[in-house]
């Protein structure tokens, strides 16, 4: 870690974060901590700007090419499941929908908004690759479902799109703050993607109405179908990742989704 203490200073003490890509840490200084991670995206000065993620301190570009950033360390706790029904996480997510400025410096990245007939030309051909399509009547039936709703998700106003909104994604403060982090997997796409996500994972259907109107859409049956061709795309995703990994239990985690989303497309949909 010496390219760290190189870039922040040798009176900071280090230590790993953890994490996957293992490329996060926390420095720390008498009573102040920072946490560092090496070449995030740019990206993140804009979220930092609009107050959704805590305050970038600083960037430094080092002398191999890594970019090193410095966000504060603010002193809290992951949200808990039953809390992502709260109207704080609905008004953090129109917050982050209705941003112009994400938005254009996601497009001045490179980043081009995903249209619903790209998404299922590739995942069709990844279940015909990996076999899914031939073995699993669940599959094949989410194949035609998808195309049923196809049209509904066409044209939609693509936004910036979290599209990973687990609950342990979201970082309450001690002094109760809301912010929304590990932004890698962000797309320009249907917010859709992430309001049915939400809506179907943590908050009851009896109280779907009121989330919806605190985050500023209407319910329609079109609504639905794009929420549930997202979430069945999300789901078929998963579902090929595991298996192509031989992972198989963790592959018939997702089939038992899969059936379940199935199920509420009849039910909410098609009937």
């Not at 107050?51 to 603010?74: H, S, Y």
């Not at 990742?241 to 009849?266: F, I, M, T």
Request: proline content about 3%.
């Amino acid at each position: 870690m010496n390219w760290l203490q190189q870039a922040i200073g040798k009176e900071w003490n280090i230590t790993p974060a953890g994490g996957l890509t293992g490329d996060a840490y926390i420095a720390s200084k008498d009573d102040r901590r920072l946490f560092l991670k090496r070449n995030s995206s740019p990206f993140l000065a804009v979220l930092s700007a609009e107050g959704i993620v805590p305050k970038l301190v600083f960037t430094k570009r080092m002398e191999n090419g890594d970019v090193i950033t410095a966000q504060e360390w603010l002193d809290g706790r992951e949200l808990k499941a039953e809390e992502m029904q709260h109207h704080r996480v609905a008004d953090l997510l129109r917050k982050i929908h209705g941003s112009t400025e994400l938005l254009h410096m996601l497009m001045r990245l490179g980043k081009k908004p995903v249209t619903p007939d790209e998404h299922f030309t590739e995942i069709a051909a990844r279940l015909k690759s990996n076999g899914l399509l031939d073995q699993y009547d669940e599959v094949r039936d989410t194949i035609r479902y998808l195309k049923y709703m196809l049209p509904a998700a066409r044209s939609q106003q693509p936004v910036v799109c979290h599209c990973d909104l687990n609950h342990n994604n979201i970082i309450l403060t001690t002094d109760g703050q809301l912010y929304l982090v590990d932004w890698d997997n962000a797309m320009i796409a249907d917010p859709a993607m992430d309001f049915g996500f939400i809506l179907k994972w943590y908050v009851p259907k009896e109280d779907w109405d009121e989330w919806l109107e605190q985050y500023g859409a209407s319910r329609d049956n079109h609504l639905f179908e794009r929420m549930y061709w997202y979430l069945i795309m999300d789901a078929l995703y998963y579902l090929s990742w595991h298996y192509e990994r031989n992972e198989l239990n963790k592959a018939q985690s997702r089939l038992a989704d899969l059936r379940d989303l199935n199920d509420c497309v009849v039910n909410a949909i098609l009937r």
